[in-house]
């Protein structure tokens, strides 16, 4: 397969670099280790990452280039951070966007660009309350708006308005509908619980699998209102959870000496976050997750993991490029038994 030229390349930083100007945003454009680097006004960073990998092996090569980088800014920033003491400040504001979510997501992306960047309506959690909701309501909400999309799941929850929201951005009014009392903004699923044996002592664990909110619009609070109800459903200790409390599973002398608690998991995407919401919830890091590869489809620009080929897809793959992720970071909070 021919690769894509220089000039493709110009193309997806100077498209993102030309959305930033039609929004008002300012930006300079630099390389950085071989890379392009968009740094905006708004105090974050965009790499533009082209795809133009014929094999997994140049994708894996690829993605190890740019993640240098991307790693050596987060570190960088999450030192600054530290030598300032403000620790309810984001490590990081570095993003990566592939190509084919640049071109395969629409407007979707843009939005969820600008909000990264500050542009978004503004909601608080104490203005929307937690429902369940059903499955075909929130396989319809993670499709439209989770970068992976909807995944199979045990229990699903929507963060809904409490009252209208105005259509206006950091106080400047754009156009299109205000978002009526009763709208979903946001939802998450989770996986059933199952016993897991961890330093001797039994946990109920759980998966966090998803989480997303309306594109242009961020939920102060909202997932901590979630993860509170969420706990509360289950039958945990909210109050520990409140506290950020998490420990390393030792022994807490409970009656029966054998169940330990309970535990909640999740994964922070390296592409758009360093993890710092869910240390902010009292998470823990627990090491990073692998990375995986995918095929792109060129036409579509739709990506599927190579884990998941049929056996025909990959005999007639001619034509197809391959992209692989970030990996991500996994996280746990752990909440005592009493």
């Not at 021919?2 to 930006?27: T, V």
């Not at 974050?44 to 690829?62: C, G, M, R, V, Y």
């Not at 489809?297 to 992209?323: F, I, Q, V």
Request: glycine residues 10%; aromatic residues 8%.
């Amino acid at each position: 397969m021919q690769e894509k030229n220089d000039s493709h390349i110009a193309d997806l930083a100077g498209e993102i670099a030309g959305f930033l100007a039609d929004n008002g945003i300012g930006y300079r454009c630099c390389r950085e280790g071989g890379v392009t680097v968009i740094r905006t006004s708004c105090g974050s960073s965009i790499i533009p990452l082209e795809i133009k990998a014929d094999t997994p092996e140049a994708a894996s090569n690829a993605r190890k280039e740019v993640c240098g980088i991307v790693m050596k800014k987060r570190i960088s920033a999450e030192t600054a951070s530290s030598t300032t003491g403000k620790a309810d400040e984001p490590a990081d504001n570095t993003m990566v966007i592939a190509e084919d979510r640049w071109r395969g997501e629409g407007e979707c992306i843009r939005k969820r660009l600008l909000a990264h960047l500050g542009r978004f309506r503004h909601v608080f959690a104490r203005n929307c309350e937690v429902r369940k909701i059903s499955k075909t309501e929130a396989d319809r909400f993670m499709d439209a708006w989770h970068s992976y999309g909807s995944t199979v799941c045990r229990y699903r929850y929507g963060l809904f308005l409490k009252k209208p929201l105005s259509n206006a951005i950091n106080g400047t009014w754009t156009e299109g509908d205000e978002l009526s009392a009763g709208t979903m903004v946001a939802a998450a699923t989770f996986s059933n619980g199952r016993l897991m044996e961890r330093n001797g002592r039994q946990y109920r664990s759980y998966q966090w699998i998803r989480y997303a909110s309306l594109p242009d619009v961020r939920v102060a609070g909202g997932m901590g209102k979630i993860l509170r109800h969420f706990i509360s459903d289950m039958d945990m200790h909210p109050q520990e959870c409140n506290q950020g409390l998490h420990n390393t599973g030792q022994d807490t002398n409970d009656a029966d000496g054998i169940f330990g608690g309970w535990d909640i998991m999740s994964y922070a995407d390296l592409e758009w976050s360093d993890g710092n919401v869910y240390r902010r919830l009292g998470f823990a890091d627990e090491g990073h997750k692998s990375s995986v590869m995918y095929r792109i489809d060129p036409a579509t620009w739709t990506r599927k993991p190579t884990s998941r080929l049929s056996d025909d897809e990959e005999t007639h793959n001619e034509g197809c490029m391959y992209y692989e992720n970030f990996g991500s970071t996994r996280y746990r909070l752990i909440i005592k038994n009493r």
